[in-house]
């Protein structure tokens, strides 16, 4: 088994600006979010790996192959995106020749039997049952249990059953040569490629769709969603560092999460507050926020607020998400 994680997207519901985080590279508690699936991935037994990259692609090259140099790591740059479908069709040549593969949505956390889904027969869509249908790709099922037809985001659901972002294909070249047909033909979904169009030409086709329930999901290119998840994810291990720092003149509320070789100072850090490593933090309130690593934070009061890596903010109280290597400084 292959596992296919697009994390091409720069995290445009995070953010709409240019400079963003790469949302798979955001710290959850404690660790990106890529970590966590890539972590349940070797879990599970999965140890060959296609990651399709485009904003940011170095870092997450780099990412993968000093955290995980155990596992096979292939990486296909996406340099222009066109939705999931032309994301999954330009890894083609990695993926036609396998028997099965897993596609894995790189800005998404679940909660699933990882071994019963890859132990399925046929393919399988990971599904989770939803109250705001037309917000999601649906999968409408018979009685049977069988996908009979998959909609982006319908104006009129029939179905409360949204797809998640996690896939098991079975004869993956079928799915690459429906894509294909698909791009040739310049046929678009919402000015997108879209990889549900691909699926649907095979379920049309004959090919066998079924769906397995996805207990937890959570869809972490939405801000509010993605600080909400690090608040679960703390509450569950009850881990304030991976270090014996201590910490100047500090109050830590828990829970919180702070990397190593942090500087914190003259601050209140928490409750639910991720800090990843080299962070410098002085005179400064953080409650409810994500923070990068190698960040300078001075002076500031934040909260439900996201801070890349290598950013530096200086000044006054806001709510903000701040793109890698950036600068603020409030006068």
Not at 87 to 100: F, N, P, S, T, V
Not at 186 to 203: A, P, V
Not at 299 to 308: E, P
């Amino acid at each position: 088994m292959k596992a296919v994680i697009p994390v091409a997207g720069a995290g445009l519901h995070i953010r709409p600006q240019k400079q963003i985080p790469n949302t798979a590279l955001i710290p959850i508690g404690g660790k990106p979010i890529l970590a966590h699936i890539v972590d349940n991935l070797i879990n599970s037994g999965i140890n060959e790996f296609v990651f399709i990259t485009g904003y940011l692609a170095d870092k997450i090259e780099h990412f993968i192959t000093h955290r995980y140099p155990q596992i096979q790591s292939e990486f296909v740059f996406q340099s222009k995106r066109e939705g999931l479908g032309h994301a999954i069709w330009q890894a083609g040549d990695y993926i036609r020749h396998e028997d099965e593969i897993l596609i894995v949505l790189g800005d998404t956390l679940f909660e699933v039997n990882l071994q019963h889904v890859l132990d399925e027969s046929y393919s399988s869509l990971g599904v989770h049952k939803v109250n705001n249908p037309s917000h999601f790709g649906i999968a409408e099922v018979n009685n049977k249990g069988r996908v009979i037809k998959l909609v982006e985001k319908p104006i009129m659901p029939k179905s409360n059953l949204a797809l998640v972002g996690l896939y098991k294909i079975l004869q993956p070249a079928k799915l690459v040569e429906a894509l294909d047909i698909n791009i040739k033909k310049n046929i678009r979904n919402r000015n997108e490629f879209q990889l549900i169009d691909g699926l649907m030409k095979l379920i049309e086709g004959g090919e066998i769709y079924t769906t397995f329930n996805v207990t937890n999901w959570y869809d972490c290119g939405k801000r509010e969603i993605l600080i909400r998840t690090n608040e679960l994810f703390l509450n569950r291990t009850q881990s304030n560092t991976d270090t014996n720092q201590e910490f100047q003149n500090t109050i830590i509320k828990q829970p919180v999460y702070i990397g190593k070789d942090c500087m914190i100072s003259n601050s209140i850090i928490g409750p639910n507050v991720t800090i990843s490593e080299n962070t410098v933090v002085d005179y400064c309130i953080i409650k409810n926020s994500v923070v990068g690593s190698y960040a300078s934070l001075k002076n500031i009061v934040l909260q439900n607020t996201i801070i890349g890596s290598d950013a530096t903010i200086h000044g006054q109280s806001q709510s903000l998400n701040l793109a890698d290597n950036s600068e603020l400084v409030f006068e």
